[in-house]
């Protein structure tokens, strides 16, 4: 069996690996308080070209989301996201645990737009009850989407707009950061992050990482007594350390994005092989997530020899399928899914 279900079914890059044995015996202080968290914070602050930003590292990407948003709003106040966002859908009410309303919007393709927010806010605002209603705090956006759908550059600074003249703090969720910056038609670059978002996390699990995220605070007012969060939330290590290192790793020379870039062009084969044989997909993109839409029987067929995510019902005889690529990705791998979508559609 092939597997392509997700992103994280193996374990970490082996340089990761390799720096996590020469460093083991190691004796440093916790909780991130150690020179790898210090040395990985300033690589990212130079990758991303924002020297002030405050940099927080996390276990999990629901543990970011669920810290970070807490740390964000007033006790009436939700989060603003797409209907088909993380928070919303994957993440078991982890915000609303928290206390927190999730207020989801009709996504298109995955993606909410400027627009959609700014009538929502005005709605609120111009609602004669809305101290009856959970006031819009904050705006949540992934990139990449859930579907694997990129917001261009002028997208997230139209959302930008919308959010500063609201004084709503925009935070996007980069689980998969590094596969939407390196994806075909990308127009953003690591440096525009800082400037459009107040709050963005760097994905490790979903690229390359035992675990862990880089949680990135542009706006570093936000992140005063952050740390409190962490801690309250379930998201700080004792052994700090072993995410300060594996960041070390993935931002030297480029690593997080090249191996970003190659999960990418091993997903581009995948969709060319099933578009040379006429099959439709659930959305277009060119990131690491592939959605082809196909008859149920053949799913049934397709998952004897490869492992992937039954994703969404389109209608009584079709289903879309989810494959992922990532950097453990063989070559091998995909010749094998070529050659069987090329003699079975």
Known sequence: MIHFESDYLEGCAPQILEALRQTNLEQTLGYGEDPHCERAADMIRYVFDCPDAA???????????????????????????????????????????????????????????AEQILNFVQAHHSDFSREHMVQPGMVYLSFPTELGTLYTKQELLDIREVCRNWELPLFIDGARLGYGL??????????DLPAIADVFYIGGTKQGALFGEAVVFSNSELAEDFRYNIKQNGGMLAKGRLLGIQYEVLMNEGLYFSLARRADRLADRIRAAFKHKGIPFLVDNTTNQVFPILEIGAIDRLTVEFGVERWQIVDETHAAVRFCTSWATTDAAIVALEAYINCNY
Do not use: M, W
């Open 55 to 113: 940099v927080h590292f996390l276990v999990g990407g629901t543990q970011a989301n669920a810290t970070v948003i807490s740390s964000l709003l007033k006790p009436y106040q939700g989060v603003v996201c797409a209907e088909t966002g993380h928070i919303h859908v994957h993440e078991t009410g982890a915000v609303e645990h928290g206390g927190h309303k999730v207020l989801a919007l009709p996504a298109r393709d995955g993606k909410i737009s």
């Open 182 to 191: 390196e994806a075909s038609g990308c127009d953003l670059l690591p440096k």
